[in-house]
């Protein structure tokens, strides 16, 4: 609930202001999603994790802007030409195993200029004015969080440290050691997680029921949900109508062949097939005009996907094109198409052609033998 600013470097160089700093119980990072992008767990006290992105809110003091900070890939940077993208630029310097200097305390302000701080002070010194004094706490970062897997500001861009580190840092801004480190524990947040999303509506109820507040993406995913259905409900009917199409389509190819094959047909009867088999003949050849259009319209449908997502990833290349298909953690496909939905697809497609062909393999195996020899056809 208090200030913090950190710094690094020699003189303090690099300064990063406002910085979000939580004290959590680092055993159960895992257990609640959170991943190790590189380094370890603080294993003693004074040792920290960083977000991925923590290292990119420093700049340096002593340089002018635009050069006095490093931005991330996928940040955005502006010039006279306007406003693009970064493809990302290396960071000042490596935040991993990193000393850095966090500054607070309980009147703290950071101040408009870092550059009038001087180089040999890290913060302003006391004012003399009856306020707290300035604390200043150094700190190693042992760890680097994966950022991808969460949505608090202090696992992507702040400082995460252990709870007793915590209780120390909030002793000395106050001045009671004693009482503070003695003290319980009280958390300002709760983070649960669920084993399905469709439990979390279930779970949030209990908790405000107990007369907590409580935030998530509920709300928002009903509301997606809701917009979804509208979606659906249109692509559904232009769906059906691309089923009946089909199924017509499917029915006069089936018909006509019927018709061409007449005198074979009554050929075929009269060299005693059974008329299951002529009828199933039939059938097997309207499936296979629907399999091979349910192939076909998958293939497309996969390469759309694809080239949407590669798209939507930076461009088409061979690490793209891994990522569009397999995804991962910290990729955002736009397309998903699961495999399963591909089978379904296939086999609804063989369903369709099968359906269609039923009438015109009815009417194949109900012409008289003696007639469909007489065909001329």
């Given at each position: 609930s208090y200030s913090v600013d950190a710094t690094q470097g020699a003189g303090s160089r690099y300064v990063s202001q406002y910085v979000n700093v939580v004290g959590v119980d680092a055993t159960q990072l895992e257990e609640s999603g959170y991943k190790l992008a590189s380094g370890r767990l603080p294993m003693r006290a004074g040792e920290v994790l960083a977000g991925k992105s923590f290292v990119y809110s420093f700049y340096d003091k002593y340089a002018s802007d635009p050069s006095n900070h490093r931005i991330e890939a996928g940040g955005y940077y502006c010039d006279e030409h306007g406003c693009a993208q970064s493809e990302g630029e290396d960071p000042f310097f490596d935040m991993l195993n990193s000393k850095i200097t966090l500054i607070t305390g309980a009147n703290y302000q950071s101040p408009d200029d870092y550059r009038k701080v001087g180089r040999g002070s890290v913060a302003p010194s006391d004012s003399g004015s009856g306020e707290s004094p300035t604390i200043t706490m150094p700190y190693t970062v042992v760890g680097v969080i994966d950022s991808s897997a969460n949505n608090y500001d202090a696992f992507t861009s702040g400082i995460v440290m252990s709870i007793d580190d915590m209780k120390t840092l909030n002793a000395k801004i106050s001045g009671d050691t004693k009482t503070n480190m003695s003290s319980k524990v009280v958390y300002d947040q709760v983070l649960v997680h669920t084993q399905d999303i469709k439990d979390v509506a279930d779970v949030e109820a209990q908790i405000k029921g107990a007369g907590y507040q409580t935030s998530s993406f509920e709300q928002t995913r009903k509301e997606i949900e809701k917009q979804s259905r509208g979606i659906q409900l249109a692509l559904g009917g232009i769906g059906a109508v691309s089923f009946f199409v089909a199924a017509i389509g499917i029915a006069n190819t089936m018909i006509m062949s019927v018709s061409e094959r007449t005198r074979e047909i009554g050929?075929?009867?009269?060299?005693?097939?059974?008329?299951?088999?002529?009828?199933?003949?039939?059938?097997?050849?309207?499936?296979?005009?629907?399999?091979?259009?349910?192939?076909?319209?998958?293939?497309?449908?996969?390469?759309?996907?694809?080239?949407?997502?590669?798209?939507?990833?930076?461009?088409?290349?061979?690490?793209?094109?891994?990522?569009?298909i397999m995804g991962g953690d910290d990729v955002s496909r736009i397309s998903v198409i699961p495999w399963w939905l591909f089978v379904v697809a296939m086999l609804f497609s063989i369903a369709v052609g099968v359906i269609a062909g039923f009438g015109p393999a009815n009417k194949a195996v109900k012409i008289p033998a003696l007639d469909a020899i007489k065909n001329d056809q």
């Open positions: 050929i075929m009867k009269a060299l005693g097939c059974y008329v299951r088999d002529i009828r199933m003949m039939f059938l097997c050849e309207a499936g296979a005009i629907g399999l091979v259009g349910g192939v076909i319209a998958c293939l497309i449908s996969a390469i759309g996907s694809i080239g949407i997502n590669m798209a939507s990833l930076g461009g088409f290349s061979v690490e793209n094109l891994g990522k569009a």
